[in-house]
């Protein structure tokens, strides 16, 4: 199958994890300020510098740990901090998208690493919405904007963010979302604020079980209110757990190339995305970070297809499961639903 042409599907996708090598030097060259540090070593071709930041991007793919992983996302956040980048990368992303027949996308990014440049919280979710409301007037594509919380920062925090994201609910801002390492059983202290999300009409979708904790999946549906989870590979050996996540009707965010990286699983065919289908559990699949983890919606699925012999049968029942479990509104529902015939 021509997975390129297929029509798809994201709703986990990280901005700063999916910035263009080539946008990145471009905006290091250009930049006259402290980026020296950045530019130092980068060679004296174009090809040699290009290749010298895309190293300094993508992850390998036997990461020591999610923080080795994390730590690819320390450039791309640095340039990240003009309303002009924000705004360019983010229309970068979309179109990066519509080209490999991504027909719909969630883009989630943190506010709160933007503010270096004095930017205020309105400036920088209205310069990410601006982007992919750019993109969706030339390309294919509709897009909306998820806002993440680092959840190893101040739970108080998380208010101003949902404050100024509240203008934007409906308009291009969809919901929210904890993101970051996960080393606690965080659901707890986040709970109110989650309550407060809710109210103010954010949808939820939280990581939980990426690496190891299988309490987060259950603590994240019950105590947060998740309608999605993002991960939740850590249930892999938990039928009961499964079987409960199923039977809510909670949604999957699987993304196989960042796991094996941030080795919460060994080799993708360890992967529980096939297992998970069987039991029930509505899947979707996803590629975490396009640049971090050197992959596409194309990628994965040519990733899965090498793995297990996987057929058209589950690439509707992704498609199917993704439009249904998107937080998208009821006319973008209903356009994306005229691409399920070319599956
Ligand atoms: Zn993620």
Known sequence: MNYGKVPKIELHCHLDGSLRPETVL?????????TEKYLQG????????????????????????????????????YLMQTEEVLERVAFELMEDCAKEAVKYVEIRFAPQLHTEGQLDYDRIIGSVVKGVKRAEQIFEIRGNVILS????SDV???YSVLDAGKPYLGKGVVAIDLCAGERDLFA?????????ARKLGYHVTIHAGETGITQNIVDAIEILGAERIGHGVAMMDNPEIQKKVAERGIFIECCPTSNLQTSAVEKIKDHPILPFEREGLLITLNTDNRTVSNTSMTGEFECLEKAFDIETDFCKTVYENALEGSFADIET???LTQFKSQI
């Open 42 to 77: 980068l060679g004296e071709n174009r090809e040699a510098r290009l290749q010298a930041v895309t190293t300094l991007l993508v992850a390998p793919y036997d990461c020591d740990s999610l923080d080795t992983y994390l730590k690819r996302f320390e450039l791309p956040i």
């Open 149 to 152: 919380y680092m959840r190893n």
């Open 188 to 196: 707890p202290r986040f709970k109110e604020a989650m309550g407060y």
């Open 333 to 335: 529902k209903a356009w």
């Open 156 to 158: 108080e925090g998380i």
């Open 26 to 34: 471009e905006l290091i060259e250009s930049s006259k300020d402290t």
